[in-house]
């Protein structure tokens, strides 16, 4: 009995540090989710030779996908269609328990919050013509300790992810 007893205490020892890191995962989920939101707002660009743009709300750490069917970008009617949201609309909010703390605390993409993509799945400098993005964009995710850097190049849009700080 006393054999299971210890057997089962160290099995609990290695356990319980495991589960504090659940915080961590979920912040890697949230930034998972928005390259994988780019990345499908890149294909679908190429797909419809049309303009998508990903729109990045920082004060309620947020964004929607949205069609860009001219030279201005109107969320209210444009946002995509995602069956699995209740809305219907495809929109993230990091305010859902399951992201946990993450935060969406800094969006830059040639000083602006909305990264979009032409009909070659090219990030744009503006709505307005067809010049490519001059810089690589960037978002910063915090939460549980972490902060993460997504980033996006100029001309090609390929997505990296660097972990700045934390465990």
């Not at 210890?6 to 495991?18: E, R």
């Not at 990091?94 to 992201?99: I, L, M, Q, S, T």
């Not at 993409?109 to 990264?115: I, K, N, R, Y």
Request: with cysteine; net charge negative; proline share 5%.
């Amino acid at each position: 009995m006393i054999i299971v007893i210890a057997v089962l205490g160290i099995a609990g020892a290695m356990v319980i540090p495991s589960m504090g890191q659940t915080g961590v995962l979920r912040v890697q989920a949230a930034v998972r989710t928005i390259v994988a939101d780019i990345t499908y707002a890149q294909s679908d660009a190429v797909a419809f030779q049309q303009r998508r743009c990903v729109l990045f709300d920082v004060a309620t750490s947020s964004y929607r996908l949205v069609s860009v069917p001219g030279d201005t970008i109107d969320p209210d009617i444009n946002t995509l269609y995602d069956p699995t949201s209740r809305t219907g609309l495809y929109e993230v909010s990091f305010e859902d328990n399951k992201f946990g703390d993450a935060r969406i605390t800094e969006v830059n993409f040639d000083d602006d919050s909305a990264l979009v993509f032409d009909a070659m799945g090219g990030p744009l400098f503006d709505l307005n013509g067809n010049l490519p993005s001059q810089q690589v964009g960037t978002i910063t995710v915090t939460g549980s300790g972490s902060v993460f850097r997504i980033s996006v190049e100029p001309f090609t849009g390929r997505v990296t992810v660097t972990r700045v700080s934390g465990p």
